[in-house]
Every structure is written in structure tokens, then in C-alpha cells.
């Protein structure tokens, strides 16, 4: 499916947050960081000033790259994944940051998807 250069750019800064958010996840450091609590602060809309605070140098690197438009953008999806699915969907049961992984990774495929005629 092509892709027009803005959606190229924006796809590979989620690539970039779902590999930073992984490896602060994997660190074991963020493990109070629950489903709930991300879907809270998905829902609130203030999830990426959350990560900012919580997992600090982690992600700053991977948030740098997301523009208010992406950011907010995104708020948008992750809300409308929040309210539309459980968790277990994405086959995530506990951490929040292994969620927004597995939703960025959902966006992702969607984009690369080719709906047949």
C-alpha cells in the first residue's frame, strides 16, 4: 500500500516510541506501570506527559521525534483502542508500557494493510 512521505515519517516515529517503550519495559524498572494506569492516562489524554515524567531519559529520545500533531494524533488512537478493546486482545494481561507497544504495533500493520477490492 503506498504511503504518501508524512505517513512514512510518522510510521517509523512509532516504530521508534514501540522500540523505547520495549526496552523501558523489559528494564523491569517501570513495572508498576500497569494496564490500568496507561488506560487512565490514554483516556485522560495526558499519556505522553506521563511517560515524559515516569520513564524520563528512557524515551525522551523516541518522544523528540513525535511532533504535537503526532502526539496528539495518537492520543486519538490509542483512546478509540482503549474504549473498542480489552486488553487481552492485544494479548497483554499486566504492563501498560507492553500495551502501547502492542498498540503501536497494531497501527503500524493497519497502515501496511491492503483492503481488497
Not at 524498572?29 to 494496564?35: C, G, L, N, P, V
Not at 483516556?43 to 529520545?61: I, K, W
Request: aromatic residues 10%; hydrophobic residues 40%.
Amino acid at each position: 500500500m503506498y504511503q504518501t512521505r508524512a505517513e512514512q515519517q510518522e510510521t517509523l516515529c512509532w516504530a521508534v516510541l514501540a522500540t523505547h517503550l520495549n526496552g523501558a519495559a523489559d528494564s523491569r524498572k517501570y513495572e508498576h506501570i500497569d494496564t490500568d494506569v496507561i488506560v487512565r492516562h490514554i483516556e485522560s489524554g495526558d499519556v505522553f506527559d506521563f511517560l515524559r515524567t515516569e520513564l524520563g531519559q528512557d524515551v525522551a529520545y523516541a518522544l523528540g521525534k513525535l511532533t504535537d500533531v503526532h502526539r496528539h494524533l495518537l492520543v486519538k488512537h490509542w483512546q478509540t483502542m482503549a474504549h473498542a478493546y480489552e486488553t487481552s486482545q492485544f494479548h497483554v494481561q499486566r504492563s501498560g508500557l507492553a500495551l502501547l507497544v502492542a498498540y503501536l504495533l497494531y497501527l503500524i500493520q493497519n497502515r501496511h494493510v491492503e483492503i481488497p477490492l
